[in-house]
């Protein structure tokens, strides 16, 4: 499965983007800023091409073990971000939910800033397809550019 975010607005606080599935539009994102130097939570992950792996430790995993039931299988984890540890593709609307994560959404708005909305829409419809591929031993990738 290929996975693509096109990175199209940046505002200096936040970053949309396109995210597509096999080179169909599947939903918006949002990241943090481009920083020169990283600044923990503000900074977003350098373009690339990251492999794609369930997480199925820590707190946010059971937090959303509790919020989506018997759909969550772990965390869609971004593998070897360079400087970065623990990043997720995830539910938030603006750019303080992101903490130099991925967020996804049905919509976006780039007036008064730059937010997302129908976050849990777009994270119902895109995280199974996703964690049905890794646990069917798909190889997952999603590259940013």
């Not at 994102?29 to 820590?58: H, M, N, Q």
């Not at 623990?86 to 976006?108: I, P």
């Amino acid at each position: 499965m290929y996975v693509e975010i096109n990175r199209i607005s940046d505002n200096g606080e936040s970053t949309i983007g396109v995210l597509s599935v096999d080179y169909e539009f599947e939903c918006f994102t949002l990241e943090d800023t481009y920083r020169e130097e990283k600044i923990d939570g503000k900074t977003r992950i350098p373009e690339g091409e990251y492999a794609v792996k369930l997480r199925t430790a820590g707190g946010m995993t059971k937090k959303y073990e509790k919020k989506y039931g018997g759909i969550h299988k772990g965390m869609l984890w971004l593998q070897d971000v360079e400087g970065f540890e623990w990043v997720y593709v995830h539910t938030g609307n603006k750019a303080t939910h992101t903490d130099g994560c991925v967020l996804v959404g049905n919509s976006c708005n780039t007036s008064n800033g730059q937010t997302i909305g129908g976050s849990v829409a777009a994270y119902k419809k895109l995280y199974p397809r996703i964690a049905e591929a890794i646990e069917s031993g798909e190889e997952v990738t999603i590259t940013i550019i």
